[in-house]
């Protein structure tokens, strides 16, 4: 018997920040019933698919309870009685109702929480894992990034770069990977409290976000962190980068306050060439600005042999990745589905990578709720990678504990992951 969705609602939930966004249940024909809730970006790219907000006077203009009104309201009606086990017809339909390239007219986040509502649903009806349900080939656990050291958006301009993360890639499990980066994680809080940084509390993505007297010393503290720890920095544990340099890029400058000096592109890529030969780094995201393409290609030219990731250089938009072909620019995506707006565009630009010989890295936003659905997706993605955020926060757990599931009851092995590109 086909399944088909019969009905969807929608309602306004807070995130990890506490700002409202939508959970949307779906539905259907045999009675199962299933929800998603949608996470939610601060350093977003100018090219993101549109998050809509209600505007007006509630939580400061960004409630979403007119968006959650039209997902029964605009959304079911073009839905109903469709097939809910054909992904890829049921999201045509959401995009040909939303009617936008964008996603600006209803909003993406209101595609993209119909759209993983029925996947759930379809898995919960199935009684299989949901990794499964999604799978478009084999299965495969992921690799953690694990965010350490916040700075930019996340944690109050202390620093310029976004964040400073751990890669634990020489651990035979994600269990004895995670034991590892927590003891990084408490052992970076030590070591920055002994050096008198000021400490209160952890940024947006759980990571700490001290102030420091340069960016630099986020490098240096994290290399400490690793070696005191107990670990080997390079050969175990390894450092990734995200930029986010967008957020300081302003008439063709890179402004770094904290330090009081601009870079010029060549500047910025100067820089993380001379930390990728005192550091580990095996990783940097978003190293320069979202429409830098010289830049990019300068940066991907000289440093090539690390992963050069572009989140909002790309915004999981399969054009953008493919104009970054065509201009030689990275030689990674990361993969965030609300920058897209539906399950079926974010695997199709997972796809769109391994056919192009760039690595995927499925990531959360910083901006989440407890819904672990992404662990799933970056399994059934097989990217090899997922970008979660850290290891003291629910919204973040959530996602690792279903990762530690998978890893325990589903029996999917833990892959060796040096950065070797
Ligand atoms: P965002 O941050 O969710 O605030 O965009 C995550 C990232 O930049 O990777
Ligand atoms: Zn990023």
Redesign the pocket.
């Known amino acids: 018997m086909s399944l088909t969705l019969q009905n969807l609602r929608a309602l306004e939930i807070l995130d990890s920040r506490g700002r409202p966004t939508l959970a949307v249940e779906a539905w259907l024909s045999d009675g199962t019933r299933a929800t998603a809730q949608v996470?939610s970006?601060?350093?977003?790219g100018t090219h993101e698919a549109n998050e809509k907000r209600d505007g007006g006077e509630r939580y400061g203009g960004k409630g979403v309870r007119e968006v959650a009104g039209t997902v029964a309201s605009v959304f079911l009606p073009g839905l109903l009685g469709l097939s809910a086990e054909d992904q890829r017809a049921l999201d045509a339909r959401l995009i040909e109702i939303e009617g936008t390239a964008n996603k600006s007219r209803y909003g993406a986040n209101a595609t993209l929480g119909i759209s993983c509502a029925v996947a759930r649903a379809v898995s919960a009806s199935r009684r299989e894992p949901l990794f499964r349900t999604l799978a478009v080939g084999p299965p495969l656990l992921p690799v953690p990034m694990i965010n350490i050291l916040s700075g930019g958006?996340?944690a109050g301009g202390n620093l310029e770069f976004?964040?400073f993360l751990i890669v634990p890639h020489g651990f035979p499990t994600l269990a004895d990977a995670l034991e590892a980066t927590v003891r990084i994680h408490t052992t970076a809080g030590e070591i920055l409290r002994r050096s008198g940084y000021a400490l209160t509390g952890v940024a947006?993505?759980g990571g700490w976000g001290p102030l420091l007297p340069s960016n630099e010393e986020a490098m240096f503290l994290l290399t400490i962190a690793i070696a005191e720890a107990g670990y080997l920095p390079g050969a175990q544990v390894s450092i990734a980068l995200?930029v986010?340099a967008t957020q300081f890029y302003r008439e063709g400058k890179y402004h770094l306050a904290s330090e009081g000096r601009e870079l010029t592109s060549g500047q910025m890529v100067d820089l993380l060439a001379r930390w990728c030969g005192s550091y580990p780094v095996i990783s940097i995201?978003?190293g320069l600005a979202e429409d830098d393409w010289d830049g990019w290609a300068e940066l991907t030219a000289r440093l090539g042999s690390v992963q050069l990731v572009g989140?909002?250089l790309f915004t999981t938009n399969a054009a953008r990745l493919r104009d970054g072909v065509r201009r030689k620019a990275a030689n990674a995506v990361?993969v965030?589905m609300n920058q897209i707006g539906t399950l079926t565009e974010t695997l199709d630009v997972c796809a769109l990578a391994r056919e192009i010989g760039y690595s995927a890295v499925v990531?959360?936003?910083?901006?989440e709720t407890e819904d672990s659905f992404l662990a799933d997706l970056a399994v059934a993605s097989g990217a090899g990678q997922i970008?979660i955020g850290s290891v003291t926060r629910s919204e973040r757990l959530a996602k690792y504990n279903r990762l530690l599931e998978l890893e325990a009851w589903e029996g999917l092995a833990f892959p060796r992951y040096d950065g070797n590109r």
Request: hydrophobic share 20%; proline share 4%.
């Open positions: 996470p970006g601060a350093s977003t958006l996340h976004q964040d947006d993505e995200d986010a995201e978003d989140d909002d990361l965030k990531s959360a936003r910083s901006g970008k």
